[in-house]
T-cell receptor
Framework: RKEVEQDPGPFNVPEGATVAFNCTYS??????FFWYRQDCRKEPKLLMS???SGNEDGRFTAQLNRASQYISLLIRDSKLSDSATYLC???????????FGTGTSLTVIP | EPEVTQTPSHQVTQMGQEVILRCVPI?????FYWYRQILGQKVEFLVS????????KSEIFDDQFSVERPDGSNFTLKIRSTKLEDSAMYFC????????????FGPGTRLTVL
């Protein structure tokens, strides 16, 4: 079973739409969760950490559901510049290596 | 804003040759990492480094690989006797804390083994 799983997409949405991605993780004791954004052939850039209480940063909202072992990312009012691959990263309870999902591809269409 | 830097941006080498990839982590960070991403695949952990020693490594990080912090700023990944399947993007990352804190990635070195 994979440590972290994501729907690879692609998600093609019109500008202004709301889109949500989920990411499931297998280790119930995982302690920290993050969303990264990766543009083509570039490095992952931290988008936001995911806290138990949920957190919001502008148009982006991240949620953690420990009972069902998934994290989510909601993007409201999509912009063309949001087009990228969104990676979830999970830090287990032991060690400090990130487990990344394969990423979900988003294309925002004019 | 402080950032992780990596050199070179692209390295081309012949199979069997040794390469050294260089990274300068964010200056006040204490934990350093190497990840790789084969084209079209996910980002995979290789190794983490703290207090001048390896703290964790994956199955990928076999005897072909080694890491070093030769001075106060550089963090290097050496790949001995490169293989075709070593072709990938290699990302260095650093964090201020080994737990909970975010890891910040450098721009990567694209390694091409011919």
């Amino acid at each position: 079973r994979k440590e972290v799983e994501q729907d690879p997409g692609p998600f093609n949405v019109p500008e202004g739409a709301t889109v949500a991605f989920n990411c499931t993780y297998s280790n119930s004791a995982s302690q920290s969760f993050f969303w990264y954004r990766q543009d083509c052939r570039k490095e992952p850039k931290l988008l936001m950490s995911v806290y138990s209480s949920g957190n919001e940063d502008g148009r982006f909202t991240a949620q953690l559901n420990r009972a069902s072992q998934y994290i989510s990312l909601l993007i409201r009012d999509s912009k063309l510049s949001d087009s990228a691959t969104y990676l979830c990263a999970v830090l287990p309870n032991t060690g400090n290596q990130f487990y990344f999902g394969t990423g979900t591809s988003l294309t925002v269409i004019p | 804003e402080p950032e992780v830097t990596q050199t070179p941006s692209h390295q081309v080498t012949q199979m069997g040759q040794e390469v050294i990839l260089r990274c300068v982590p964010i200056s006040n960070h204490l934990y350093f990492y190497w990840y790789r991403q084969i084209l079209g695949q996910k980002v995979e952990f290789l190794v983490s480094f703290y207090n001048n020693e390896i703290s964790e490594k994956s199955e990928i990080f076999d005897d072909q690989f080694s890491v070093e912090r030769p001075d106060g700023s550089n963090f290097t990944l050496k790949i001995r006797s490169t293989k075709l399947e070593d072709s990938a993007m290699y990302f260095c990352a650093s964090s201020s804390d080994g737990n909970y804190n975010e890891q910040f990635f450098g721009p990567g070195t694209r390694l091409t083994v011919l």
